[in-house]
């Protein structure tokens, strides 16, 4: 357990080590806001073997970590002052620290690579869009038009009353949205369906918002898409076809950065370490090898 310090007091957030490399050290941001580290246990199959050291890490609020109840610590400068607390009790450094973010967790990343990017070797954007308007507009456009239209009716209808609770709101979501740009796999991997559950909804809710398409909450405005040139870390996007958000966008993010580089996952969703590993691994494996050894190129 790693103590921070808040506005409001201190608690206790958890980390677990793998590996131990002095060059290379990842710290990996969950989604959500609220989500777990075990989104991330895809990874203990691929980072050992490349000898990189990498760190699962729940954020204040989940899982394993203290879960205070004061909503004011739910912001995302208060999130951001936690991964540098968390930064300097693992010691990571600009010699090693790579920072990957997915989903919520991107957000994070590129909220932290514009406050603190001179402790950042490399920083890793997965899944994540740069601005949560188009997020929603993509989820409207696009990903909308792809359900049947009487599902999406009753989908909307439920919104519309705020009958989120409502089991034909989940019976209708899972094979028609998650199934098809959550997670691809089928059945789906056992660290996702045990993950879900300890999601901390109350945090989830208060700033992602309670609907899956697009985004409400206290991130419904948030937009760091004419920010992304003042970041100079090297910066890999990782976007997917079938993903929640526009793998277009994503791919554009990395041209926006100073020193970036994009990777599609032809095969993938919002969760394309479990979706496709084929081709998330090699792509992000390679990216942190070509860091490390100073030959970054886009």
Same mark, same amino acid.
């Given at each position: $357990?790693?103590?921070? %310090?808040?506005?409001?007091?201190?608690?206790?957030? *958890?980390?677990?080590?793998? =590996?131990?490399?002095?060059?290379?050290?990842?710290?990996?941001?969950?989604?959500?806001?609220?989500?777990?580290?075990?989104?991330?246990?895809?990874?203990?199959?691929?980072?050992?073997?490349?000898?990189? %050291?990498?760190? %699962?890490?729940?954020?204040?609020?989940?899982?394993?970590?203290? @879960?205070?109840?004061?909503?004011?610590?739910?912001?995302?400068?208060?999130?951001? %002052?936690?991964?540098?607390?968390?930064? @300097? #009790?693992?010691?990571?450094?600009?010699?090693?620290?790579?920072?990957?973010? !997915?989903?919520? =967790?991107?957000?994070? #990343?590129?909220?932290?690579?514009?406050?603190?990017?001179?402790?950042?070797?490399?920083?890793?954007?997965?899944?994540?869009?740069?601005?949560?308007? #188009?997020?929603?507009?993509? +989820?409207?456009?696009?990903?909308?038009?792809?359900?049947?239209?009487?599902?999406?009716?009753?989908?909307?209808?439920?919104?519309?009353?705020?009958?989120?609770?409502?089991?034909?709101? $989940?019976?209708?979501?899972?094979?028609?949205?998650?199934?098809?740009? #959550?997670?691809?796999?089928?059945? *789906?991997?056992?660290?996702?369906?045990?993950?879900?559950?300890?999601?901390? =909804?109350?945090?989830?809710?208060? $700033?992602?918002?309670?609907?899956?398409?697009?985004? /409400?909450?206290?991130? +419904?405005?948030?937009?760091?898409?004419?920010?992304?040139?003042?970041?100079?870390?090297?910066?890999?996007?990782?976007?997917?076809? !079938?993903?929640?958000?526009?793998?277009? !966008?994503?791919?554009?993010?990395?041209?926006?950065?100073? @020193?970036?580089?994009?990777?599609?996952?032809?095969? /993938?969703? !919002?969760? +394309? $370490?479990?979706?496709?590993?084929?081709?998330?691994?090699?792509?992000?494996?390679?990216?942190?090898?070509?860091?490390?050894?100073?030959?970054?190129?886009?």
């Amino acid at each position: $357990m790693i103590a921070v %310090e808040t506005p409001v007091g201190k608690f206790n957030v *958890w980390t677990k080590r793998f =590996g131990n490399n002095p060059k290379i050290k990842v710290l990996l941001l969950h989604g959500g806001p609220g989500g777990t580290h075990e989104f991330f246990e895809s990874f203990e199959s691929f980072f050992p073997q490349e000898g990189i %050291e990498f760190y %699962e890490y729940d954020q204040l609020g989940s899982y394993f970590s203290d @879960k205070p109840k004061d909503s004011s610590l739910w912001t995302i400068p208060r999130f951001v %002052e936690e991964v540098e607390q968390v930064r @300097k #009790a693992l010691g990571l450094n600009k010699e090693n620290f790579y920072l990957l973010g !997915h989903s919520w =967790g991107g957000i994070l #990343a590129m909220e932290y690579a514009l406050k603190y990017q001179d402790n950042l070797k490399g920083l890793i954007i997965s899944n994540m869009m740069s601005s949560c308007p #188009a997020y929603g507009k993509y +989820a409207e456009d696009v990903l909308a038009k792809q359900m049947d239209q009487k599902v999406l009716d009753t989908i909307r209808a439920l919104e519309a009353k705020g009958d989120f609770s409502n089991p034909k709101y $989940m019976e209708l979501l899972i094979p028609n949205f998650y199934n098809q740009h #959550a997670c691809r796999l089928q059945p *789906w991997p056992e660290a996702l369906n045990r993950a879900f559950p300890h999601i901390n =909804g109350d945090i989830y809710t208060l $700033m992602q918002g309670p609907s899956e398409f697009g985004i /409400g909450g206290r991130l +419904a405005k948030w937009d760091r898409s004419k920010d992304l040139p003042q970041i100079k870390t090297p910066t890999l996007t990782i976007g997917a076809k !079938h993903d929640t958000m526009d793998p277009e !966008h994503m791919k554009w993010m990395a041209t926006q950065v100073q @020193k970036g580089r994009s990777l599609l996952c032809p095969n /993938g969703s !919002h969760c +394309a $370490m479990w979706d496709d590993q084929p081709n998330y691994f090699p792509g992000l494996i390679q990216f942190i090898k070509d860091v490390d050894a100073g030959g970054f190129t886009k």
